[in-house]
């Protein structure tokens, strides 16, 4: 009974989906509302207004910086979460995981992990720095750090990659998007504007376009720091885990 | 402009920004957490206290972040009644932190102690921005943050069945997160614009009228989950009854609402009341659910032994309430659906921390053995007693002004069997609430668990209680003071 309740709900769902991809607006028409109406201003208007060349950290940083601000701030709840219900590793105990967290990896494996997993930090530091120019930024950049622990954790197990980034290094920076965001803000209305104007009103027009280059930087900066020290440490908290049950089992 | 045009962005962002800050002091003085969390949400709430008088009951504070006008940047946008239902928010999650101390202490283990008041923080911010925004995309954005945080809130004690009451509201509430943003992509598509101003003037000229009614319909089931309208409850009574007594009051007395309130705002402000062609149907159909879920929830109400699920069917037939009173599309109906809001919100945080105190001091949770318990707790008692008579609808509480509000709407909109419906609902809450007063107060105590003197809860937590309560009263007696003014916003927004 549940089952068949579920099953048509799904089909009736399906139909409904279905019935609005038939009536949307044609996709790639240049005459679609969504072509016609914000898009233009956002696709002139980012370099002039934001001072960035890239138009979609422009409008992610910029134009709709608060939506950003906010995305963070799930990010940051995801690990405030996970640590409510999974608890942090405590360092002392770490040590009783060391040789069960890894699969014994060839000497071949462990070589290439060495080698690449500070190249693609560097290149995730690149992502983040040139996230106002091309394609890339904050969240990019993070998530990369945060594939290269799982690389480094899969290999070498939570023991050596929690001595990389150790937790005092992870604690502090875990929050600094948010914080950078709330300063960067803050400081747009010490500067004269609202909350998040990176173009503060009091600055002479001839500084505003490095301020604000140089404001979007630091919010990349911030966004990858702190998005990859959380998704470390979520990363850390499900291995250890884990590692828990298989102790216990 | 004065400097209070800033009052609004503060109030959001000052919680939540000491949210990620809190961790250090827990590092530093675990101790003191408890008391620096209260610092944002008074600071919240004397902003939101400042921000009374300065906007007209037909007019709004409009906020243009980055200094973006608004089809570009977002908008936070409040009007009379988001400020109601702002400080509605700030002064119940007030109340409920200021109970936290003692009774997490006991339940919670330390170490998460901190989590949670960082969890709470970022609720009651996220709550915060979600009432005042003024944008669908952001709605979501902070929809989403107050999601995560009350799956976790519901789980914080780690024990099993907290754990399942919190996955099975993670497996409501992710699809129906889905369905929100699938919701605004079809806005989007169809209009090319997020801010809720302006898509109001473009849905009117858009030609993509499917595409329209499919989004409202996807935004009725995500946010329906959200605010557990039958048959989309399924999660509420664990969720509500397994969380801790403070998190339970958050998540009963503003959650839902604030869900509600998004449905209202996106019924009104975005899809717009007259919109029979995109609406009509949808909002038919909300009515019949609605009237259910009056129906249902207090006959489950009255069958329930464990006294913080028979509050939480209780919160099912009261979400009811505030859709019927939507979808009579009255001023009366509207007015009545904001002031249920309000009273909902204090009687059933009330309700909560009363259960909360008993749990801590006795550790009870069936009905059954609250027999005799005004002789050790008579604050508790006549707190509870207040809320329940609120929850029923009789003067002098705020319940009573709110529910023949309700009534009365659902009568000049000639639905006559809603408003039917609706008393019938009020006879349903009187039959559960006045059995556990009845219990409370006039059953004998066999079993001489309840010991006179043997000590009510802590200040800590009847303080909150108690002004709870004692805010249904005030505002069933000074109505006047809001009721008139949101019947002007409410005319305002038809």
């Not at chain 2, 717009?272 to 249902?296: C, K, P, Q, R, W």
């Amino acid at each position: 009974m549940k089952n068949l309740l579920a099953l048509l709900f799904i089909i009736a769902l399906a139909a409904l989906l279905l019935y609005v991809a038939a009536n949307m607006p044609p996709m790639g028409d240049p005459d679609n509302p969504t072509a016609t109406h914000v898009i233009p201003r956002y696709l002139e208007g980012a370099e002039k207004e934001t001072h960035t060349e890239n138009v979609i950290t422009g409008i992610i940083l910029n134009y709709r910086g608060y939506d950003t601000m906010g995305e963070v701030t799930v990010i940051f709840s995801a690990l405030a979460a996970v640590l409510a219900v999974l608890g942090r590793e405590r360092r002392g105990r770490i040590h009783a995981y060391v040789d069960r967290s890894t699969v014994p990896s060839s000497v071949i494996v462990r070589t290439m992990v060495r080698f690449l997993v500070p190249l693609i930090v560097l290149f995730s530091v690149y992502t983040i720095l040139h996230g106002e120019i091309s394609p890339g930024g904050g969240f990019q950049g993070g998530a990369i750090i945060g594939g290269s622990m799982i690389v480094f954790t899969t290999i070498f197990g939570l023991y050596e990659s929690s001595r990389r980034i150790p937790q005092k290094v992870r604690f502090p920076l875990e929050g600094s998007a948010v914080v950078t965001f709330f300063l960067v803000g803050v400081l747009g209305m010490v500067g004269g504007g609202n909350f998040l104007t990176y173009a503060w009103p009091r600055v002479a027009a001839g500084l505003q376009p490095a301020l604000v280059t140089w404001l979007t930087v630091l919010v990349e900066i911030g966004i990858g720091l702190g998005g990859a020290m959380v998704l470390t440490s979520i990363l850390f908290c499900m291995i250890r885990e884990e590692e828990e049950i298989a102790v216990v089992a | 402009m004065g400097a209070y045009r800033h009052f609004p962005i503060l109030m959001i962002t000052v919680p939540l920004v000491c949210a990620v800050l809190l961790p250090f002091l827990g590092y530093l003085r675990e101790r003191w957490v408890p008391r620096a969390a209260l610092v944002p949400l008074s600071v919240s709430t004397l902003l939101g206290l400042l921000l009374v008088g300065k906007i007209p009951a037909q007019g709004y504070l409009s906020y243009h972040l980055g200094g973006w006008e608004p089809p570009f940047g977002i908008e936070i946008r409040v009007d009379y009644i988001g400020l109601f239902l702002l400080l509605v928010v700030c002064g119940i999650s007030l109340l409920a932190m200021v109970f936290s101390p003692r009774y997490i202490g006991k339940e919670v283990s330390g170490g998460r102690l901190t989590a949670y008041y960082v969890l709470f923080l970022l609720m009651s911010g996220a709550m915060l921005g979600f009432v005042a925004t003024g944008d669908v995309f952001n709605l979501f954005v902070f929809m989403e943050i107050l999601a995560l945080t009350s799956y976790a809130l519901v789980a914080i004690t780690g024990n099993r069945n907290a754990v399942r009451a919190a996955f099975k509201y993670l497996l409501m509430g992710a699809p129906s997160s889905i369905m929100v943003l699938l919701a605004i992509g079809l806005l989007y598509s169809a209009t090319g614009s997020l801010n809720m101003a302006d898509l109001s003037a473009r849905i009117a000229e858009s030609g993509y009228t499917e595409v329209l009614v499919v989004s409202f319909i996807l935004f009725v089931i995500g946010f329906g989950v959200k605010a557990a309208l039958f048959p989309l409850h399924m999660w509420l009574p664990d969720a509500h009854s397994i969380a801790p007594s403070p998190i339970s009051a958050m998540l009963s007395g503003l959650l839902v609402e604030v869900s509600a309130f998004a449905l209202l705002r996106l019924t009104f402000s975005v899809f717009t009341a007259g919109n029979d062609a995109i609406i009509g149907g949808t909002s038919e159909a909300v009515s019949v659910f609605a009237a259910a879920a009056v129906l249902y929830g207090g006959i489950m109400a009255i069958m329930q032994k464990d006294l913080k699920v028979m509050i939480a069917y209780s919160t099912i037939s009261h979400i009811g309430y505030i859709f019927l009173g939507i979808t009579s599309f009255t001023k009366e109906g509207l007015a009545g659906a904001m002031y249920h809001m309000l009273d909902h919100g204090l009687a059933k945080a009330c309700l909560f921390l009363c259960a909360g105190c008993i749990i801590y001091v006795k550790g009870y949770r069936r009905i059954e053995d609250l027999k005799g318990a005004w002789r050790q707790m008579p604050w508790t008692c006549f707190a509870f007693s207040v809320a329940a008579i609120s929850v029923i609808g009789i003067p002098p509480t705020a319940g009573f002004i709110s529910k023949f509000y309700l009534i009365y709407g659902n009568f000049t909109a000639e639905r006559w069997p809603y408003a039917l419906v609706l008393l019938v609902g009020a006879i349903l809450a009187a039959v559960y609430c006045l059995r556990v007063i009845y219990y409370m107060f006039f059953q004998p105590d066999k079993r001489g668990a309840w010991e006179e003197g043997g000590g009510d809860a802590p200040a800590s937590m009847l303080a909150p209680v108690c002004l709870l309560a004692a805010g249904t009263l005030f505002f069933g007696v000074f109505s006047g003071l809001i009721i008139d003014s949101l019947l002007k916003a409410a005319a305002f927004l038809l």
